[in-house]
């Protein structure tokens, strides 16, 4: 089944009317929505999903790494390497804000390279090693699609002097059922 933006805007809930016919609240509440999904589709099963809500012409970084891809199918590729390689053990969100042009999100995840890190270019870790990330994203959407998204990975060993974070108290820690350990 071909997944259409269509589709993706009728299960979200989201006015798919341009930015110019919006209140400055209703194009905020959407792309907070929009980004919300993206993030809860960004997952082996769904993750055709997460890329419908890219315009076409996408800018997707993560500057750490030295990655910049301007290609939807390239992103979408990009991801199911990170699935190959990375099992997402649990995130946390610690905080999420938007404009009407841009959605910022701050939080923390763990997860265990399960995979060829080599799928995943400059991700400095050997199979086996369990990481923590902090994983800060800045959208910048238009009309309801995001047009640029850059994810600054902040990569470290779990439990190494690195990695610490000021953590809130009672977090609410999204836990991913166990995937595969090897694919």
């Known amino acids: 089944m071909t997944i259409t933006r269509n589709d993706v805007f009728a299960e979200i809930g989201v006015d798919l009317r341009p930015d110019s016919e919006l209140t400055r609240e209703q194009i905020i509440a959407r792309n907070l929505k929009v ?3 993206h993030f809860h ?3 082996p099963e769904e993750v055709e999903k997460a890329v419908a809500v890219y315009a ?3 800018t997707w970084e993560a500057p750490a790494r030295g990655v910049v891809m301007k290609d939807p199918k390239e992103v979408l590729d ?3 390497n990170i699935f190959s390689t990375l099992s997402y053990r649990k995130t946390l969100k610690l905080r999420r804000f938007g404009t009407e042009h841009s959605v910022f999100d701050d ?3 763990h997860a265990h390279v399960v995979g060829d890190p080599a799928l995943m270019p400059n991700l400095p870790y050997t199979k086996g090693t369990e990481l923590c990330a902090r994983l800060v994203h800045c959208f910048e959407l238009r009309d309801g699609l995001i047009t640029r998204e850059v994810a ?3 990569w470290r060993e ?3 002097a690195r990695a ?3 953590i809130p108290d009672n977090p609410q820690w999204e836990i991913f059922d166990e995937l595969p350990e090897t694919h």
């Open 41 to 43: 589709t960004e997952n």
């Open 35 to 37: 980004v919300d999904f």
């Open 158 to 160: 779990l439990g190494s």
């Open 56 to 58: 076409d012409d996408i």
């Open 152 to 154: 600054y990975e902040v």
């Open 78 to 80: 990009a991801y199911r």
């Open 164 to 166: 610490h974070d000021d």
């Open 107 to 109: 939080q923390l995840a």
